[in-house]
């Protein structure tokens, strides 16, 4: 009887346990997947069909991952996009400094580190396929641990393939929300519905993964988001999060990883 409860009482402890958190991870493979970025913004008129157009490609994580960065330096014109930071403006001055520009332009995107002008289908489908040829060169993993309060325990780690490439190697992490909406009440989309997804929320880095301990050329850190996210209208079927290495002195891609995060 002692027995048949306390397996009773083991079993409702990991039923209550399961309940109230999922966890859920994924690692990078053998081939390089590339990352995409569109520097975009509610206050630009020409953004609203590049939005689209991210919002609609057919590719899986494994093929290509698509990050939407909102820019606030069009916020002048009337509209303040409620999802610009001014740090991702500064990611797009140095993505174009390391082309040698002197400007940034909405919508831009962002293949791998380098500017990917006249965009479409056919031309994205070209360049994955040459990219995927190219092997690793870090290896990836994401972990997360989502709570029913609200709180997301985010754990990231890299590691290059080569010592050579940890030297310059930059780590990011990005928080994303797909599924979002505005109705535009003022600048050059007034009286508009935009939609969006892939939308940065929160980034973290860069992170130099030479500077780490004992010269592994690894990175290793965990995050926690406070339950405080839920309450301002979060939803994790909703989000992912996204791990990538960029190499600082020329802006390049090495690899990348997404992973959705799992509903508690």
């Given amino acids: 009887m002692k027995n048949l409860l306390a397996v009773v009482v083991m079993s409702t402890l990991e039923m209550s346990e399961s309940a109230i958190a999922a966890e859920c991870s994924a690692r990078s493979g053998a081939q390089t997947v590339p990352l995409l970025e569109l520097y975009t913004s509610e206050g630009c008129s020409s953004c609203p069909p590049a939005d689209k157009w991210l919002s609609g490609l057919k590719h899986d994580s494994k093929q290509v991952i698509p990050l939407a960065f909102h820019v606030d330096y069009w916020d002048y014109i009337g509209w303040k996009d409620r999802f610009a ?19 940034v332009y909405t919508p831009q995107f962002v293949f791998n580190g380098r500017d990917f002008k006249g965009w479409d289908n056919s031309r994205l489908n070209q360049r994955i396929e040459a990219t995927q040829k190219l092997a690793s060169r870090a290896n990836l993993s994401l972990g997360a641990v989502t709570q029913a309060n609200g709180e997301i325990t985010l754990k990231a780690s890299a590691q290059a393939v080569k010592p050579a490439d940890a030297k310059n190697a930059d780590v990011f992490v990005a928080i994303y929300e797909n599924k979002l909406s505005s109705q535009v009440n003022a600048g050059e989309n007034s009286g508009r519905e935009l939609k969006h997804d892939h939308v940065v929320r929160e980034f973290f880095g860069a992170y130099q993964m030479n500077s780490q301990i004992n010269n592994q050329n690894e990175f290793s850190k965990n995050f926690t988001l406070s339950p405080k996210w839920k309450n301002r ?19 390049e891609i090495l690899q990348s990883l997404a992973l959705k995060l799992c509903n508690s």
């Fill in 85 to 103: 930071k001014a740090e991702y403006s500064e990611r797009q001055r140095k993505t174009a400094a390391f082309a040698g520009s002197g400007y």
């Fill in 233 to 251: 209208g979060y939803k994790f079927e909703n989000l992912g999060a996204v791990i990538f290495v960029q190499n600082s002195q020329t802006g």
